[in-house]
C-alpha cells in the first residue's frame, strides 16, 4: 500500500498524559500536514512541513503540541499533559509540490483523553 | 462567518436521483476547491478538484462561481454506495479550510 500511513490507528489515554502519533506520507510527497477534526465538523489545519521544515502552524496548536519531521520524511505529533478537550480524530495528508495542492489523507489516530 | 460553509443537510434521496448542494467561501483569493468524501469514522477521500469554473467526472460534476463565491456539487443517478458526508474545502496558502460537510443518504 503506497497511500498515507498513521500509528496507532486509536489511542486511550488518561488525562495529563503524554501521546505521540506518527505519519508515514506518500513517499514522494514534499508536504506533510496535520489536521484534527472533532464530532460533526471538518478537518481543522494544525500545521504543516515541506521536507523537514515546518513552515506554518495553527493558533489552534498550543504549545502542548510539537511536531516534527526530522530527516523529511516520517512525522511525530506530539501532545504532553493531554486535556479531555484533545479528545478528537488526528489526521495526516500528504501533497507534492505542484500547485494543485491536492492532498491524500491517512486513516486517522483516534485520540480519547479520559 | 466561517472560511468555508456547507449546507448541512441531511438529503435523503432516492436510488437514481439526483442531487445537489453547495459550499460558500469568503476568500475571493482562493484558487484551488475540493470535494471529499467521507464515510463515517474514516478519512476524507479526495473526491475531485476544482480549479476553474468547474469539473466533471462520471456521474458528478462540479461548478464553481467566483462572482457568488460558491461551489455545487451535483451527483446523478445516485447509488446506494454515494451515501456519505461530504466536505468542501478551499486552498489557503497550502493549508486546507474545510466545510462541516453534507450528509447525504441513498435509500433503495
Known amino acids: 500500500d503506497t497511500g498515507v500511513s498513521q500509528d496507532p490507528r486509536h489511542k486511550i489515554t488518561k488525562r495529563g498524559q503524554n501521546v505521540t502519533f506518527r505519519c508515514d506520507p506518500i513517499?514522494?510527497?514534499?508536504?506533510l500536514y496535520w489536521y484534527r477534526q472533532t464530532l460533526g465538523q471538518g478537518p481543522e489545519f494544525l500545521t504543516y512541513?515541506?521536507?523537514?521544515?515546518?513552515?506554518?502552524k495553527s493558533r489552534l496548536l498550543s504549545d502542548r503540541f510539537s511536531a516534527e519531521r526530522p530527516k523529511g520524511s516520517f512525522s511525530t505529533l506530539e501532545i504532553q499533559r493531554t486535556e479531555q478537550g484533545d479528545s478528537a480524530m488526528y489526521l495526516c495528508?500528504?501533497?507534492?509540490?505542484?500547485?494543485?495542492?491536492?492532498?491524500?489523507f491517512g486513516p486517522g489516530t483516534r485520540l480519547t483523553v479520559l | 462567518r466561517k472560511e468555508v460553509e456547507q449546507d448541512p443537510g441531511p438529503f435523503n434521496v432516492p436510488e437514481g436521483a439526483t442531487v445537489a448542494f453547495n459550499c460558500t467561501y469568503s476568500?475571493?483569493?482562493?484558487?484551488?476547491f475540493f470535494w471529499y468524501r467521507q464515510d463515517c469514522r474514516k478519512e476524507p477521500k479526495l473526491l475531485m478538484s476544482?480549479?476553474?469554473s468547474g469539473n466533471e467526472d462520471g456521474r458528478f460534476t462540479a461548478q464553481l462561481n467566483r462572482a457568488s463565491q460558491y461551489i455545487s456539487l451535483l451527483i446523478r443517478d445516485s447509488k446506494l454506495s454515494d451515501s456519505a458526508t461530504y466536505l468542501c474545502?478551499?486552498?489557503?496558502?497550502?493549508?486546507?479550510?474545510f466545510g462541516a460537510g453534507t450528509t447525504v443518504t441513498v435509500r433503495a
Open positions: 476568500n475571493s483569493a482562493s484558487q484551488s
Open positions: 512541513f515541506q521536507n523537514e521544515a515546518q513552515l506554518e
Open positions: 495528508a500528504s501533497s507534492g509540490l505542484a500547485e494543485d495542492n491536492e492532498q491524500f
Open positions: 474545502a478551499r486552498s489557503n496558502d497550502y493549508k486546507l479550510s
Open positions: 476544482v480549479y476553474s
Open positions: 513517499s514522494e510527497h514534499n508536504r
